[in-house]
């Protein structure tokens, strides 16, 4: 007689749950990464080479004179207080100054209205007007002395700042023109057109709604604007001919004689001329970044 312990059935043991898959082990990097060493030492070479020169200028203006040292210890202050006083470094100061400024303003004020009128605007050159802008960026400086000398000798602005400031916005105008249509662009036209429904004038909506919006670039423009006429050499000196008129740049070539060179005068001067311009970049450095990218991704 069969029991009814022998009629139950067995229970199947179910079958084992699979392992839970093991995260993969992380690769210590991955092979499109390219290794730490690739990128440091690149960058540590390049960074040598720019600043060895950069301590070398400083070397020069901070040692006493005749020293050979290359530690600048005791530090002194002779050769900048030479070329401040003795080489009238205060009034080429002074001068770089208002010329960079003056540049800046003319340029971005043209500019602005250029780049607008290319940007908005559709008229038969238009095409040919910006293969025209694009061309004289091939034009080196020097072809146009001779034509602005004659221009400028006969509207007796030779020996005036106001040649110099004139000569640098006109050098400076098409770039700039072609940078401020492109930032224009990037403005969309439903803005200006929801403040002309608003009541705007083409004017007040374009100060009120665009302008804002083209901080970026404006400062851009006017940085590039503002450092080609601090370091440009060549249109103070064949526009000038006072001392008292000059720039530092010209300032810095009458340290420089055909027996002699004064290092110590010649690498302070430089630093003076230097350090604006090293802090202005410093605090529009945030704004500048922007304005280079702000071309580069439609809005």
Same mark, same amino acid.
């Given at each position: /007689?069969?029991?009814?312990?022998?009629? $139950?059935?067995?229970?199947?043991?179910?079958?084992?749950?699979?392992?839970?898959?093991?995260?993969?082990?992380? $690769?210590? $990097?991955?092979?499109?990464?390219?290794?730490?060493?690739?990128?440091? &030492?690149?960058?540590?070479?390049?960074?040598?080479?720019?600043?060895?020169?950069?301590?070398?200028?400083?070397?020069?203006?901070?040692?006493?004179?005749?020293?050979?040292?290359?530690?600048?210890?005791?530090?002194?202050?002779?050769?900048?207080?030479?070329?401040?006083?003795?080489?009238?470094? %205060?009034?080429?100061?002074?001068?770089?100054?208002?010329?960079?400024?003056?540049?800046?303003?003319?340029?971005?004020?043209?500019?602005?209205?250029?780049?607008?009128?290319?940007?908005?605007?559709?008229?038969?050159?238009?095409?040919?007007?910006?293969?025209?802008?694009?061309?004289?960026?091939?034009?080196?400086?020097?072809?146009?002395?001779?034509?602005?000398?004659?221009?400028?000798?006969?509207?007796? /602005?030779?020996?005036?700042?106001?040649?110099?400031?004139?000569?640098?916005?006109?050098?400076?105008?098409?770039?700039?023109?072609?940078?401020?249509?492109?930032?224009?662009?990037? &403005?969309?036209?439903?803005?200006?057109?929801?403040?002309?429904?608003?009541?705007?004038?083409?004017?007040? %909506?374009?100060?009120?709604?665009?302008?804002?919006?083209?901080?970026?670039?404006?400062?851009? &423009?006017?940085?590039?604007?503002?450092?080609?006429?601090?370091?440009?050499?060549?249109?103070?000196? /064949?526009?000038?001919?006072?001392?008292?008129?000059?720039?530092?740049?010209?300032?810095?070539?009458?340290?420089?004689?055909?027996?002699?060179?004064?290092?110590?005068?010649?690498?302070? %001067?430089?630093?003076?001329?230097?350090?604006?311009?090293?802090? &202005?970049?410093?605090?529009?450095?945030?704004?500048?970044?922007?304005?280079?990218?702000? %071309?580069?991704?439609?809005?």
């Amino acid at each position: /007689m069969i029991t009814e312990e022998a009629t $139950r059935v067995a229970p199947v043991a179910a079958p084992p749950h699979p392992a839970p898959d093991r995260p993969r082990r992380r $690769r210590s $990097r991955a092979w499109d990464e390219a290794p730490r060493w690739q990128i440091y &030492v690149p960058l540590s070479v390049y960074l040598l080479f720019t600043l060895v020169p950069f301590y070398w200028i400083l070397l020069f203006a901070l040692r006493r004179p005749g020293s050979t040292s290359l530690v600048p210890w005791p530090v002194t202050f002779e050769h900048f207080e030479k070329v401040w006083n003795e080489r009238e470094f %205060g009034v080429y100061f002074q001068n770089s100054v208002l010329t960079g400024v003056a540049t800046l303003l003319l340029t971005t004020l043209v500019a602005l209205a250029g780049g607008y009128a290319l940007a908005r605007f559709e008229f038969r050159i238009k095409r040919g007007f910006m293969i025209a802008l694009l061309c004289t960026q091939f034009v080196p400086g020097a072809l146009l002395l001779v034509p602005l000398f004659q221009i400028f000798a006969e509207l007796r /602005m030779i020996n005036s700042l106001a040649s110099v400031i004139i000569a640098e916005t006109v050098f400076q105008l098409p770039l700039s023109m072609i940078l401020i249509s492109g930032f224009i662009r990037n &403005v969309p036209y439903s803005l200006e057109e929801a403040a002309w429904v608003d009541g705007c004038n083409r004017f007040t %909506g374009f100060r009120i709604v665009v302008l804002p919006l083209l901080r970026p670039g404006l400062i851009a &423009v006017g940085s590039f604007a503002f450092v080609h006429a601090w370091n440009h050499f060549l249109f103070a000196l /064949m526009f000038l001919s006072d001392q008292s008129k000059q720039t530092i740049p010209v300032g810095l070539n009458t340290l420089m004689s055909a027996d002699s060179v004064d290092l110590g005068a010649l690498a302070a %001067g430089g630093i003076i001329a230097a350090v604006p311009v090293v802090i &202005v970049f410093a605090f529009i450095q945030k704004w500048l970044i922007t304005g280079f990218s702000a %071309g580069a991704v439609k809005g």
